[in-house]
Structure formats: structure tokens, C-alpha cells
């Protein structure tokens, strides 16, 4: 059996593509760096991190994006030897109108080289690739309105593409306005038995969330909606592990077995919130005598379990609770910066800017996967000022977070504060209770347990002490706050300096328990 979801934690949007014997999920990254998790499984049941694909700063520039801009929906595909992914950049999200360049980059091997960015165009977001039987290919993505009394989500676009001339060929085409579901996003096309198929998104990216299929024996349409849409949505149980169920992408076997990645999210027991993000999970589906696909195990639900195909069993090794600084399971916000220093048992951050800043933050920080862990790090840090401040932080973004920091207090002389920010409001936990210590050398520790989260610290890394009053984890989660939030909570480690002076911290390692 498969246990879903496949990929816990922040990893929204999946977009998957088989070579040979070899699967890749290709996910959404938003304002983290690097840019587009890839990850690879041989048997649809085990999975493991390959990389990034937009891993330097020729490919992906995130600087003042906001919190949940950058990165969405990338779209790989692999096509004349060559892989193809396509994903937006989004500059602004909130406002009635939206920044929303698209972008095209292919590669011989998923592991890159990756070629310069080509500008394909703007006026929406959820770009993707169908390469079809004649050579051809064509472009689609959603068009976004920003008209009053008009509809957002105007509907999904093709245009042809010139991968010889890297531009877009003759007018875009509207060839689906969505279902009665509405907020239509994320196509992706595939042919089929002389179908069309174009499988979107509806529901927009919380509760109601849809996968949506329609086709048409002919490119540009007319589509008709499948007779039993939308056929996967959590919507009609919250009773299900997996809510928000949508977004999703298809993959053939090769022995003809069909299975379908998804967006989905798990709520914190007794609450509506899922503060580890939207993850992804995968279902069977199959191919009727209709030529309609369905859900194998029947209905339109997601299910927690489902059966695994008929291919060779392939493990990967579990990942250690410490992981070396270099691996790329960490991310730091808006891009790589000077002032983030990774060696393998080593870590150095010279302080830079608030964790509210858009711009340079001194910060690496590693995806929450699980509701109850444990999470242990070792601080160095010599504080000279108020301003000076170093430790670890659960955070999900510039508006979200609880961070138990390391400072100077004019009196109290080196202490521990806790800042938490809820919704962009600020607020000190501790207030004037701040925690004197005698030495710059701690352990810094957070545990969460479902929606709880409390700090600890020790001098000797075995006595830890309570670090101020328990706090509300799922805070840091898309559903709370005016914001507009499409990631998930994160473990970090980070250093801020805002007298400019760049003083240093140091961190020995950052342990992940579940």
C-alpha cells in the first residue's frame, strides 16, 4: 500500500512525469530558495528529495517578493530528450490585479544543467507544457481579471509554442471557463483513446478544493465536463484525513497503471487549520469503458491508503533526525545570501535583517513534517546590543511566527526573549519576564504537540528549562490570518543584527524528531 500523504510538509502543486523506470514530483516553493523541489521515487511508494531545479540566482531572483509570491505551480515534462518545466514568479498576489511572469526551462537531466530562464508571457499564473503526437506544442495556463464585476479567474488559455524561436506563436485561444466549481487554475493536458483531456484545478486552494476533467476530441474544444465532476474533492466530508484535496497531475505505469498526485492538507486535531502546509498524496485512478477516468476504490474521495502499482519495491534511506547543513533539505527565504554560511557540521549566520523582512534575512530553515516533534539546536552567540538577536524560530512567514531568541538586555545582560508575530501583530510572551542567562552557549529546543508549541532551554544540552508559556502552533498555518498563505510551517535557525554590524552566531547542528 501507499501511505499518503507521499511527500509531508510544505509541498503543494505536484506535477509529475515519468522517464523510463523513473518518477518525478515537481512542487510548488514560493519565496524559499532554492526554487522547485524535485523528488523521485522508482515505485510510486517510496520517495526521496533530488534537489531543486532553480538552484542559482541566474535561474530564480526572489528578492521583495511577499510572503507567498515567488514560485507557483511548476509544470514538468520530459519530451524529445529533453525536460521541460514551466512555473510562474508571482511579484504580487494581494492586490486586485496580479504580477504574474511565466517562465520556461529545459534540461537533458532533471538534475540540471538547467538553461537560462526565456519569458514566455504574464497574464496568469499555472503555466504548463503539452507536447502532442505531431511535434507540436502548446502552452496553457489560467488568465487572471482583474475587472470589477467580472470573474477572476477568466478561464484556461492555449497558444502554441516555438521551442526553436522560445516564443509563443499567434493568439492565445480561451478553451475552458471551468465548471459551476469556478476559480479554475492549474490545467494540465493529455491525450488519450483520441481525446483531449484537460485536468484543472476549481475550488480555490482551501476547503473547497476540486480536481476537475473535461475533454474534447479536438485541441481547442469544445470541452465537456466529466459526468460525475469534480472527481476528487475533500469538500463534502471534514471529517477525511486528507482535506483540501486538489490540484493534481497524471502518470501512466508502465504496465498501464494510472495514478494521480494531489494537493491535500491535514488539520491539527479539533481544529480547522493545517499548519503543516499543503502537502502531497496520490491516488489510483482508472480508465473506464466511457473513456471517463475514475477513482479506483470508487467515488471522488481521497483516501489515505491506496493500493501500490505493480512495480519493483525501491527504498531509500530514512532520513537522519540531523541533517548536515549542506543538504538540501533546507531553504532560506527570498534567495541564497552571503550571510548564510553552511558547512556540513557547521553553520554561520551574520546577522541581517527582522524575520518581517521581504529582503535579506540571515536564516536557514528545514520543512515541518509532522504535528508532534521535537526540534534541538545549539546556539554560539555574543550579543552587544537589544538589536542583536540569534535563535530558533517555528516559522511559516513574514506575518507568522514564534521565534526564541537570544539577546542583550542593558540590566539583565544576556537573556532569552520570545518575539511571536500572529497575523503581523506583534506581541513578547515573556514581556518584562525576560530570562537571564550566563553564557552565550545554549540549547534551544520546540516542541510541538498537535496545536501546542513551547520552548525550552538548557546550559548543559540534558536540564532543559520551560522558555515562557505554552503558544499556538496553529497560528502558523494558510487558514489563519488576513493574508493571503500558501506554505507551511517551518523549523529555523536565524540571526539578526539591525544596528548593521553583522555579528555572527553559530550553530553546531538542528535536530528533527518525530
Known amino acids: 500500500m501507499i501511505k499518503n500523504p507521499i511527500l509531508p510538509g510544505f509541498n503543494p502543486d505536484p506535477s509529475i512525469c515519468r522517464v523510463g523506470e523513473d518518477y518525478y514530483i515537481a512542487t510548488s516553493t514560493f519565496e524559499w530558495f532554492p526554487g522547485v523541489q524535485i523528488h523521485h521515487s522508482r515505485d510510486l511508494v517510496n520517495w526521496r528529495l533530488l534537489g531543486h531545479a532553480l538552484n542559482e540566482t541566474r535561474l530564480l531572483d526572489l528578492k521583495g517578493v511577499p510572503s507567498s509570491g515567488g514560485v507557483w505551480a511548476p509544470a514538468l515534462t520530459h519530451c524529445d530528450g529533453l525536460f521541460y518545466l514551466c512555473y510562474t514568479v508571482v511579484h504580487q498576489h494581494e492586490a486586485a490585479t496580479k504580477d504574474t511572469p511565466n ?14 530562464p526565456v519569458f514566455v508571457n504574464s497574464s496568469g499564473f499555472d503555466p504548463s507544457l503539452f507536447h502532442d503526437e505531431d511535434g507540436r506544442k502548446y502552452w496553457l495556463n489560467m488568465v487572471w481579471d482583474h475587472r470589477p464585476e467580472k470573474h477572476p479567474f477568466y478561464g484556461i488559455v492555449l497558444q502554441e509554442y516555438d521551442p526553436q524561436a522560445k516564443n509563443l506563436v499567434g493568439k492565445p485561444e480561451l ?3 471551468g465548471s459551476s466549481i469556478q476559480l479554475t487554475e492549474g490545467p494540465h493536458l493529455y491525450k488519450r483513446n483520441g481525446y483531449y483531456y484537460l485536468l484543472t484545478a476549481e475550488g480555490g486552494t482551501e476547503y473547497e478544493h476540486a480536481v476537475t476533467l473535461a475533454r474534447s476530441r479536438e485541441l481547442r474544444g469544445s470541452y465537456e465536463v466529466h459526468p460525475e465532476n469534480p472527481i476528487l474533492t475533500s469538500s463534502r466530508d471534514p471529517d477525511l484525513a486528507l482535506q483540501k484535496a486538489g490540484h493534481a497531475s497524471l502518470v501512466e505505469t508502465p504496465s498501464g497503471e494510472w495514478y494521480m498526485p494531489h494537493l491535500c492538507g491535514r488539520t491539527i486535531p479539533g481544529t480547522r487549520r493545517c499548519n503543516l502546509g499543503r502537502e502531497t498524496a496520490i491516488q489510483k485512478v482508472e480508465w473506464r469503458e466511457d473513456d471517463w477516468l475514475y477513482l479506483s476504490c470508487g467515488g471522488n474521495e481521497p483516501q489515505a491508503e491506496v493500493p501500490a502499482p505493480d512495480l519493483e519495491p525501491h527504498s531509500f ?6 541533517l548536515p547543513f549542506d543538504s538540501p533539505h533546507y531553504a532560506t527565504p527570498r534567495g541564497p545570501s552571503s550571510s548564510v554560511v553552511r558547512k556540513p557540521n557547521r553553520l554561520t549566520l551574520e546577522g541581517k535583517e527582522s524575520l518581517e523582512s521581504n529582503f535579506e534575512q540571515a536564516m536557514l530553515a528545514r520543512r515541518l513534517t509532522s504535528q508532534r516533534s521535537t526540534v534541538t539546536t545549539r546556539l554560539s552567540f555574543e550579543p552587544e546590543s537589544f538589536q542583536q538577536m540569534a535563535g530558533l524560530a517555528a516559522y511559516y512567514n513574514t506575518y507568522l511566527f514564534h521565534y526564541l531568541y537570544l539577546s542583550m538586555d542593558e540590566d539583565k545582560g544576556l537573556c532569552l526573549q520570545i518575539h511571536s508575530c500572529d497575523d503581523g501583530v506583534s506581541s513578547f510572551p515573556l514581556g518584562s519576564g ?15 504537540e498537535d496545536k501546542d508549541l513551547q520552548f525550552h532551554f538548557s546550559e548543559d544540552g540534558e536540564n532543559f528549562r520551560e522558555a515562557g508559556p505554552v503558544l499556538d502552533a496553529s497560528i502558523l498555518s494558510d487558514d489563519h490570518g488576513e493574508h493571503w498563505g500558501f506554505t507551511g510551517s517551518f523549523v529555523a535557525l536565524a540571526c539578526q543584527d539591525l544596528t548593521g554590524s553583522s555579528l555572527q552566531a553559530n550553530f553546531d547542528f538542528l535536530e528533527l524528531s518525530s
Open 175 to 177: 478553451i475552458f471557463k
Open 434 to 448: 525576560i530570562i537571564a542567562v550566563s553564557t552565550g552557549e545554549l540549547f534551544l529546543r520546540a516542541t510541538f
Open 317 to 322: 534511506p530514512e532520513l537522519p533526525s540531523r
Open 103 to 116: 517562465y520556461l526551462i529545459t534540461a537533458p537531466s532533471v538534475e540540471g544543467p538547467w538553461s537560462d
